[in-house]
């Protein structure tokens, strides 16, 4: 934009020296007249830009309605959006400036090389590598090796975010975490599962216990029928009178459910809803107790 200013001032020089020598009244407002046609074509270009910027916004959109939210996909749109602002507005601001001092010195070129070894420069290659070989998707449950362990929530062009337990949202930068060694609980969708041990007094109806436990699991929105039966249907797991203990009757389940789903919130809303459904069906929970006798 700035080029074409330039020459159209450039070529009318002469024309636009006499005219202001014989008319300088009208310098103010010869002014006024170049900010508006210069405010113009940066609205142009501007409305363009939005305009693209939409227009990428809505297919991705409907991509991801299509196939599903996935991080090659974020990361791609993160690209889009840097691109058209590049194509937009950065080059038509300067161009023709950018093009001579950054390709025509060769120590400025030199520069730039160096720079893209740089943080920024890394993030970016390395959220190219995480967005074409998929080490973990969005919504995937991930672990690093220090332990800490979230759900992968988005991909940006310099980090990651991923949400630990109480909201906490973490940020990993996209060079890190690529040469990080992770544990992805989610890898291929494959179902993740839990074992609950609920004790129950001697004088319960076995079946009846079986019963309100299962019934309270299949009623929580973390659980999921993740095991096969013969015919090949997907079920919930039963639940089995596993041993007589001390003081109690041992019911053992395996609980299954998604990948994205933090264990902490399962094992909450599990025991929540197994320990009220007792209670309510007059089950008791029997816990250990010391009779002391005492000698006179």
């Not at 029928?225 to 997907?234: D, F, Q």
């Amino acid at each position: 934009m700035n080029t074409l200013i330039n020459n159209i001032l450039e070529s009318h020089k002469d024309e636009i020296v006499q005219y202001m020598s014989e008319n300088p009244g009208t310098f103010i407002w010869s002014m006024i007249i170049v900010i508006l046609i210069t405010v113009l074509l940066l609205g142009f270009y501007f409305l363009i830009a939005w305009i693209c910027l939409k227009i990428s916004k809505k297919i991705f959109a409907a991509i991801e309605k299509k196939k599903g939210k996935k991080i090659h996909l974020q990361f791609a749109e993160s690209l889009v959006k840097l691109a058209i602002i590049i194509i937009f507005i950065v080059i038509p601001l300067g161009g023709d400036k950018i093009g001579h001092s950054l390709l025509g010195s060769a120590a400025v070129l030199a520069a730039v090389v160096g720079f893209a070894a740089q943080d920024v420069i890394k993030d970016i290659l390395a959220g190219i590598q995480i967005s074409v070989y998929k080490p973990f998707d969005l919504g995937d449950r991930i672990e690093l090796a220090d332990g800490t362990s979230g759900i992968v929530e988005r991909i940006t062009m310099r980090h990651i975010e991923l949400r630990l337990i109480d909201t906490i949202v973490l940020m990993i930068p996209n060079s890190v975490i690529n040469t990080e060694t992770i544990k992805n609980y989610s890898y291929d969708y494959v179902p993740r599962s839990v074992q609950f041990s609920f004790p129950v007094d001697y004088k319960t109806d076995i079946k009846k216990a079986k019963q309100v436990i299962f019934d309270a699991i299949e009623e929580s929105p973390y659980s999921y029928p993740g095991k096969k039966s013969k015919n090949g249907e997907m079920i919930y797991a039963p639940v089995y009178f596993i041993a007589i203990d001390d003081s109690s009757l041992n019911m053992k389940v395996t609980v299954y459910y998604k990948p994205g789903t933090a264990t902490e919130v399962l094992k909450d809303d599990i025991n929540t809803r197994v320990f009220e459904a007792l209670e309510h069906a007059g089950i008791e929970i029997p816990y250990p107790y010391t009779s002391v006798i005492m000698k006179s």
